[in-house]
C-alpha cells in the first residue's frame, strides 16, 4: 500500500493506542514511539495495534503511517481510525437475581447456599447431525 518511492516509513498514534513494529528477520518485537522514528520500508514488516481500553466515543483514537522517499522527504500518509470495544462477561455472582459489572466475587465460585459465583448451565445436546 506504500506509495511509488517509498524508501521508509514513520507512526504516530494517539495516546490510547499502542503500536509494534515487526520487521523480517527481527526476532525481537519492539513498541513504535509516538513519532520520530523511521523504519525502511521492507517486505514482511507487520504494524500491529492494539487498545487497552475501551473508547469513549467512535473513532477516538487514529494511527497514521507517514511514508519518507530517499533523503526523508516525505511522499504521503495513510491513517486509520479506531474505536475499541469492551467486552465482559458479567454474572450473577452472588446469586441474588440481579448482574453487577464489578463484584468481588465474580472470579471465584463457592459451593452451596450460601455461596458464590456464576453457575454456568451449557446445552451439550446435538440438535441436528
Keep these: 500500500a506504500a506509495p511509488a518511492g517509498a524508501v521508509s516509513f514513520g507512526v504516530k498514534h494517539t495516546e ?3 503500536v509494534e513494529v515487526v520487521c523480517q528477520g527481527q526476532a525481537e518485537v519492539g513498541p513504535a514511539p509516538s513519532s520520530g ?5 521492507e517486505e514482511g514488516t507487520v504494524l500491529r495495534f492494539s487498545m487497552s ?3 469513549t466515543e467512535v473513532n ?3 494511527v497514521t503511517i507517514s511514508f ?3 533523503g526523508g522527504q516525505p511522499i ?3 491513517g486509520v481510525f479506531l474505536t475499541g ?3 465482559s462477561l458479567d454474572v450473577d455472582a452472588d446469586r ?3 448482574v453487577e459489572k464489578n463484584h468481588p466475587n465474580k472470579a471465584s465460585w463457592t459451593w452451596g447456599p450460601e455461596g458464590h459465583g456464576a453457575i454456568l448451565l451449557v446445552s451439550c445436546d446435538k440438535k441436528s447431525p
Design 53 to 55: 481500553r475501551a473508547s
Design 16 to 18: 490510547g493506542v499502542s
Design 68 to 70: 519518507y522517499a530517499e
Design 85 to 87: 470495544i469492551g467486552i
Design 76 to 78: 504521503n500518509q495513510a
Design 37 to 41: 522514528t523511521q523504519w525502511p520500508l
Design 96 to 98: 441474588d437475581g440481579v
Design 60 to 62: 477516538d483514537n487514529k
